[in-house]
């Protein structure tokens, strides 16, 4: 259980460091301007560029928070 549980933190590791060179590099630097960003839509268009970042960047987010909660319960069970 113990060998799961490496591996999964490794796996971790590598996606907490992925998540974090996606997000510097393809942020906008207007965090501070006060959100009055555009909404992109397209129609029957193929999705930018931006848009498949975007949805990398938030199924990234979301597996590492899924996979840390699995971590931390079988951290509970294994120490």
Do not use: C, P, W
């Not at 060179?21 to 029957?44: E, I």
């Not at 193929?46 to 975007?54: G, L, P």
């Amino acid at each position: 259980m113990e060998t799961v549980y490496n591996v999964l933190l490794a796996i971790g590791a590598v996606m907490a460091a992925a998540f974090a060179v996606l997000v510097f590099f393809t942020g906008k630097g207007d965090a501070m301007s006060g959100g009055g960003g555009s909404v992109r839509t397209t129609f029957k268009g193929k999705a930018s560029f931006d848009d498949q970042i975007s949805k990398v960047t938030l199924y990234l987010g979301l597996g590492f928070m899924g996979l840390m909660i699995v971590l931390d319960v079988l951290g509970h069970r294994i120490f």
